[in-house]
Each structure stands twice: as structure tokens, then as C-alpha cells.
């Protein structure tokens, strides 16, 4: 009796899984709202810089849903090492400046720059 119950349970999920859409359950990327995100790296004037495209304002407008996508990936990305360097960048700095207090150092700055190439 359960063997039973537990095989017309399993039938009525499968139905369902089956009923249901496949991609229509995950919703995609709002491409209006990447779009105005590029349009704003356009005005910026660092879009080549950033993503390696020279886009103008209509041009961004006239670009497919793949392409938005993957200029928008790459200005993600582009950002996401900015906000690397400079957190990087930042810690070496109070780093400095902490060995600073307790040793004697004669060149902050070119411990600095040896740190950040190494």
C-alpha cells in the first residue's frame, strides 16, 4: 500500500516537473537597465578604456540583448579590478605606514611601489 502511494506520488511530480517551462522559470537579465548603465559609461567618455568597444549614445541603443550583455560583463569586470587595485593599493599603504611607526624607514614611497610590483 505504501510502495503504492509513494509511485503515484513520484507520477504526480514528475507530471509537474514536466508541465512546467523550462526557462521561463528563471527570469533573464533586465537589459533596459544594463543599457542605461553602458549609456552612462558612454558619457563618461571611458568606454573604449573600459570595454574595449567605442560606443556612442545611439549606438548603444541600437545594440542586440547578447551584446549588452557581454559589454556589461566586461564593465563589471573592469570595475570589479579597480576596486581590487585600489583596495590593494589601500592595505599596502596603512601597511606602510604601520611598519612605519615601529621601524625606521627611509623611502615610503619606494617600499610602496616594490610592494605593489611584487
Known amino acids: 500500500?505504501?510502495?503504492?502511494?509513494?509511485?503515484?506520488?513520484?507520477?504526480?511530480?514528475?507530471?509537474?516537473?514536466?508541465?512546467?517551462?523550462?526557462d521561463s522559470s528563471q527570469p533573464g537579465p533586465?537589459?533596459?537597465?544594463?543599457?542605461?548603465?553602458?549609456?552612462?559609461?558612454?558619457?563618461?567618455?571611458?568606454?573604449?578604456e573600459v570595454i574595449g568597444v567605442q560606443l556612442k549614445r545611439d549606438g548603444v541603443k541600437r545594440l542586440d540583448?547578447?551584446?549588452?550583455?557581454?559589454y556589461y560583463k566586461r564593465y563589471k569586470t573592469y570595475v570589479g579590478a579597480k576596486t581590487t587595485e585600489t583596495f590593494v593599493d589601500s592595505f599596502i599603504s596603512l601597511y606602510t605606514s604601520v611598519v612605519g611607526t615601529f621601524a625606521q624607514i627611509k623611502d615610503v614611497e619606494a617600499l610602496q611601489s616594490d610592494l605593489i610590483t611584487k
Not at 540583448?65 to 557581454?70: F, I, P, Q, R, Y
Request: proline fraction near 2%.
Open 1 to 22: 500500500m505504501m510502495a503504492q502511494s509513494e509511485e503515484i506520488t513520484m507520477a504526480e511530480v514528475m507530471n509537474l516537473l514536466e508541465a512546467e517551462p523550462a
Open 30 to 48: 533586465d537589459i533596459l537597465a544594463l543599457r542605461e548603465q553602458l549609456a552612462i559609461l558612454v558619457s563618461t567618455g571611458k568606454c573604449k
Open 65 to 70: 540583448a547578447k551584446d549588452v550583455e557581454n
